[in-house]
């Protein structure tokens, strides 16, 4: 199967992507298609489809769906640290941050409208996946990445956050490094 067409086993995916165009021209050469407006969208679109599509059976049957909806946004060190800062109450930049939308530890939030068995056609929302594009070029030499690895190894990992994996200890981290890997191998062989 030609890796840029969807699989009709894959579920409708309802993407809104977007690249921070002030970030180093240099960095956004080395990620490729996969910072571009508009390729970037097409290239995030059919890999997160194909991933949703692999996790579909360990999938928990409130986030099992035939349509999903994500954001996906490729910034610099300066937001993502503001992000950091906001909502984690930690200073400085990090890789990726993952904002869950079926996170169940949001009692005081207002309620997540579920669709209907009628409805099904809408989207399941999961969330935001926030990835820093700077700070993903500089760890990539130290898991023997290119930038586009690395930022296609941090989106699985912010889709796995908001699918409800965590890493509270070494051995969650472990199985959920595992899985991305898994995640990863299998989109390159399509």
């Not at 490729?32 to 194909?50: F, K, V």
């Not at 928990?60 to 490729?74: F, R």
């Not at 990539?140 to 994996?165: I, S």
Request: glycine share 6%; proline share 8%.
């Amino acid at each position: 199967m030609d890796p840029t067409e969807l699989s009709p086993t894959q579920p409708d995916l309802d993407l809104a992507f977007e690249a921070d165009d002030s970030l180093p021209p240099e960095l956004l050469d080395q990620a490729g298609d996969l910072a571009d407006p508009l390729q970037g969208a097409e290239q995030w679109h059919l890999r997160i489809s194909g991933w949703l599509e692999q996790l579909a059976g360990e999938l928990p049957p409130e986030l099992q769906a035939s349509a999903y909806s994500l954001g996906l946004s490729l910034v610099g060190d300066e937001e993502i640290s503001e992000l950091n800062q906001d909502w984690r109450d930690k200073a400085g930049p990090t890789d990726v941050l993952a904002f869950a939308a079926q996170d169940e530890g949001l009692e005081d939030a207002p309620p997540i409208p579920m669709p209907s068995a009628a409805e099904e056609a809408e989207p399941l929302e999961l969330g935001d996946i926030v990835i820093s594009v700077e700070t993903a070029a500089r760890q990539a030499p130290e898991h023997d990445h290119d930038l586009r690895q690395e930022l296609l190894f941090l989106a699985t990992h912010g889709l796995l956050h908001l699918l409800g994996w965590d890493h509270p200890d070494d051995a969650s981290l472990a199985a959920m490094l595992l899985r991305q890997e898994q995640l990863l191998c299998a989109s390159q062989q399509r």
